[in-house]
C-alpha cells in the first residue's frame, strides 16, 4: 500500500494562496488515482478535488471549482493542490487520498489510503 506525506499548510489571509504536496512511497504511485479531502472541526471528510492516474481526468467539489488546481506529476511521485482565492470556509485540515479510483462521488469512507494530513487555516 503507497504511504502518502503531505506538506505545505499554513496560515494564509483571505484571497491569498498556498500549494500542498503530497508525496508517495511507492514506484507504483503512478497506477492510482490521487485525490484531496478535507475536515473542518465537527465536520465529516469532504471531497475537494481527484485526478486519475494519467493526469488527464480531474474532478471537483463545486466549492473550490475555479479556484483549486489538482495536478500530479508521477515521475516524481507526488500530487500537488494548488488553492487560490482562499476563503475562511476553505480552512480544514486536507488529507491525502490514493485509491485505484477517485471521483466527485467518492465517500471518505472507501479510501484505502491516507495521508496525516496538513493544516490550512484562512483568516478573515
Known amino acids: 500500500q503507497v504511504q502518502l506525506v503531505e506538506s505545505g499548510g499554513g496560515l494564509v489571509q483571505t484571497g491569498g494562496s498556498l500549494r500542498l504536496s503530497c508525496a508517495g512511497s511507492r514506484r507504483t504511485f503512478s497506477s492510482y488515482a490521487m485525490g484531496w479531502f478535507r475536515q473542518a472541526p465537527g465536520q465529516d471528510r469532504e471531497f475537494v478535488a481527484a485526478?486519475?492516474?494519467?493526469?488527464?481526468?480531474?474532478y471537483y467539489s463545486d466549492s473550490v471549482k475555479g479556484r483549486f488546481t489538482i495536478s500530479r506529476d508521477n515521475a516524481k511521485s507526488t500530487q500537488y493542490l494548488q488553492m487560490n482565492s482562499l476563503k475562511p470556509e476553505d480552512t480544514a485540515v486536507y488529507y491525502c487520498?490514493?485509491?485505484?479510483?477517485?471521483?466527485?462521488?467518492?465517500?471518505?469512507?472507501?479510501?484505502?489510503?491516507w495521508g496525516q494530513g496538513t493544516q490550512v487555516t484562512v483568516s478573515s
Open positions: 487520498a490514493a485509491d485505484h479510483k477517485i471521483t466527485a462521488s467518492t465517500m471518505y469512507t472507501s479510501i484505502t489510503a
Open positions: 485526478i486519475n492516474w494519467s493526469g488527464d481526468t480531474t
